[in-house]
C-alpha cells in the first residue's frame, strides 16, 4: 500500500485520449472519403489531419526531451516532413508534377515565415523578448541560400537558353545539383549532431520527459502512419477540388497543400515558444524549411524517374522569387539571436503578401 503522503506518479503505459480520438477520425473518415469523394474528401482529410499533427507535435516534444533541442528540432522535422513527402509521391505518381513544385515552394516559405511568425508572435505575447542562438539559425539560412542558387540555375537554363534537347539537358542537370543537395544535407547533420553540437544543444533547454521513450515513438509512428493514410485520400482528391473551387493548382499547393502537409511544424513550433524554448522553435522551422530544400525536394527528383512525368528543379520564377525573399527574411531576423511578437508579425505579413500574389497566380 501507497503511504498517504505519496504523490502517484502519471501513468506512462497508457495512450493519450487525444490520441485514441485521432485514430477513431480515421477510421471514421475513411467510409466518409471513399463514399463521397471529390471536395469532401479533401477537406475531410485535411481536418482530419490537424488533430494527428497535434499529437505527433506532443511526441515529438516528449522525445525532445530525451533528446535535447537540436535532435528534437531535427526529429519535428524528420516526421513532419514525412507526410509532405508521401503527399509529394503520390502526387507524383498521378503526373501532378506542378502541384508538388508549388508544395515545395509553399513548404519552404510557410515554415520560414508563417510557422516562424507565428512562434515568434505567440512567444512575444507571453515573454516579451525571447532568445536563441544565432549561429545556428544563420547556419540554416546559409543552407537555404545554398538551395536557392540551386533552383536558380536549372530554372534560368530552361527558360533562357534556346537549344536543342534543353528539358533533357536540364534533366540531367538537375539530377547532378540533387546530389550535390543530399551531399550537402547530410554534411549538415554531422555539423549539427557531431562536431558543432554545442551550437544546437544549449544547456537550459531540455525539458522533462513524463512519458517513456518507447511510448513516444510508438505514438509518434502510429500517428505518422494516421497522416500518411489521409494524405494519401487527400492527393486522390486534388484535381476534382480544384475545379470545384475554382482556384488555381499553384494556390492549392503553395499555400493549402503546403499547410496541412506541414501541421505537425505549425503545432510543435507554437508550443515550443509558448514554454519558452524559443531555441528549439526556431530549430523546427528552419530546420525543416532545410530539410524540404536539401533533402526533400532531391529526393523527389529521383524518385519522379519512376514514373511518367520527372521533375525537374527548374520551378516557376514566381516560385523561386519568393522562396529567395523568405530567405532574406529570415536571416535579418535571425542574425541578433533575438524576437519579439512584432518581429512575428512581420513575418506573418510577409507570408500573406506572398499567398495574396499567389492567389491571382494563372
Known sequence: MKASGDVEQPSTKR?????????????????????????????????????????????????????????????????????????????????????????????????????LGLSMLVGGIRHKEQKFDSNAATTRSTMLVLAVIALIMPTLFLRYIDIPDVEAITDAMSIGIACILITAYILGLVFSLRTHKHFYNPAGEEGVAVWSKKKAILVLVLATIGVAIESHLLVGSIESSIQAIGISEIFIGVIVIAIVGNAAEHGSAILMAWKNKMNLSVSIATSSSTQIALFVAPVLVFVSHLFASPMTLAFEIFELVSIALAVVVLHMVSVDGKSNWYEGVLLIMVYTIIAIGFFFHP
Not at 33 to 47: D, E, V
Not at 97 to 105: D, F, G, Q, R
Open 15 to 115: 495512450l493519450p485520449f487525444s490520441f485514441i480520438v485521432c485514430i477513431v477520425l480515421v477510421i471514421i473518415s475513411l467510409p466518409v472519403a471513399l463514399g463521397y469523394g471529390g471536395i469532401t474528401t479533401f477537406i475531410f482529410s485535411s481536418i482530419t489531419i490537424l488533430p494527428l499533427a497535434f499529437v505527433m507535435g506532443r511526441a515529438t516534444e516528449e522525445l525532445a526531451a530525451h533528446l535535447g533541442p537540436g535532435a528534437g528540432g531535427l526529429l519535428n522535422a524528420t516526421f513532419g516532413n514525412a507526410t509532405e513527402l508521401i503527399i509529394a509521391i503520390f502526387a507524383l505518381s498521378s503526373g501532378l508534377v506542378e502541384i508538388v513544385k508549388a508544395s515545395i515552394t509553399g513548404s519552404i516559405i510557410g515554415n520560414i515565415l508563417l510557422v
